[in-house]
C-alpha cells in the first residue's frame, strides 16, 4: 500500500481550501482593524503609565531613563537625548493620548502616524529591540496610516458629518 492521495482527494483538498478562502474572505474589515488598534495601544498605553507619579508629574524612573540611560544610537554613536526631560514629557502625553485615540478609532491614522514616528525613536534608543518589538509595532501602524480604523470607530462618524 502505497501512501498516494487518490485523485478525488486532491479535489477535495481543494474544496475545502477554496470553501475556507471564502470563509475567510466574508470577515469584515473592520474587524482586524478593531484588532490591530487594540494590539498597537495597549503596549504603548501601559508604558505611558509608568512614566507618571500624578497628574503631569514625571516619575523618577522616567527622569533618570531619558537624562542618563537612554542614547540616540545614530551612524554607531551614541548621542545624549536632547532636552531629556521635555522628551520624557512628550513620549509620555503621546503614550497616552495616541493610544486611546487608536482604541476610540478618532483620528486614527494621525494616531498611528504618531505612534509610527514614536517606534522610530524607540528603534534608534534601543536597536536590539527591531525584531520582537519594533518592526511588529511599525508594521501595525503603517496598516492602520494606510487602511484607517475601519467601520468600527468614531472616524467614520465624524467624516460623514464633515462632509
Known sequence: MKNELAPSDGFAAASLITRADGLLASVPQSLPLLGLRFALAIPFFKSGLTKWDGFLTLSSGAKYLFEQEFKLHVFGREIPY??????????????????????????????????LLMTAIIQLTIPDGWANFHLPWAAMALALVVFGGGKIAVDPFVMSRRK
Open 82 to 115: 536632547p532636552f531629556p526631560l521635555t522628551m520624557a514629557t512628550a513620549a509620555g502625553i503621546a503614550e497616552l493620548i495616541l493610544p486611546i485615540l487608536l482604541i476610540l478609532g478618532l483620528t486614527t491614522r494621525f494616531a498611528a502616524l504618531g505612534l
